[in-house]
């Protein structure tokens, strides 16, 4: 079983430049989450979709982040314009489900360091 | 509103020896509780996790933990450690509907000969 896919897995930007992050989750997932690791803490999570709808994006800065999964299946974080504090690892996971019985599987993350 | 704290960032034992690495929860609700290992450049790779069904809860590479509601503690426990076990741990709490994890800052794992 393949597992969860993201891309990049390293991304240098300028301040106030945008990025995307991609990611595809693992085939019949229909939760998928987006975290952001700073280092020296632990994830936190950014939103939260069940198939393509946000079920939970109450710690997203939306006046710069944004993200989508329009068919259901993989999803795109955006961040426009970057801010130096915005450097961490974005992590992207899923499960079969909501509840907290299903694992969540993470992806190896994409690295983004903002000079 | 859920939090877990880890007590020590960093942690060194000598291989071996017995890993002890401790997470207390606060919880509104009867917490589901999870640890998970990050190796450097990965992704989280869940260990174990505690559904209210067994208090002591074992996990994979000979990890378990004990679920402990008069202390609100979940501290994980390996009886030898070996040198690949060195990596960083995540000890999460999840509560009410949605999966939503929220996790500790985590506990860096240094295994000496």
């Known amino acids: 079983e393949a597992g969860v896919a993201q891309s990049p897995r390293y991304k240098i930007i300028e301040k106030r430049q945008s990025v995307a992050f991609w990611c595809n989750p693992i085939?019949?997932?229909?939760?998928l989450y987006w975290y952001q690791q700073i280092l020296g803490q632990g994830p936190k999570l950014l939103i939260q979709f069940q198939n393509n709808g946000v079920v939970d994006d109450s710690q997203l800065p939306k006046d710069r982040f944004s993200a989508e999964r329009l068919k259901g299946v993989d999803s795109t974080l955006k961040i426009q314009p970057a801010k130096l504090e915005d450097s961490a690892v974005y992590l992207c996971a899923s499960s079969f489900e909501p509840g907290q019985i299903y694992e969540q599987y993470f992806g190896p993350g994409t690295r983004l360091t903002v000079t | 509103a859920q939090s877990v704290t880890q007590l020590g960032s960093h942690v060194s034992v000598s291989e071996g020896a017995l890993v002890l690495l401790r997470c207390n929860y606060s919880?509104?609700?009867?917490?589901?509780l999870f640890w998970y290992v990050q190796y450097p450049n990965q992704g989280l790779q869940l260990l174990l996790k505690?559904?209210?069904?067994?208090?002591l809860v074992k996990g994979i590479n000979g990890f378990e933990a004990e679920f402990k509601k008069s202390e609100t503690s979940f501290h994980l426990t390996k009886p030898s450690a070996h040198m690949s076990d060195a990596a960083e741990y995540f000890c999460a709490v999840s509560g009410g509907g949605g999966n939503k994890l929220t996790f500790g800052t985590g506990t860096q794992l240094k295994v000496e000969l």
């Open positions: 919880s509104s609700v009867p917490p589901y």
């Open positions: 505690y559904t209210s069904a067994a208090t």
């Open positions: 085939s019949g997932h229909a939760t």
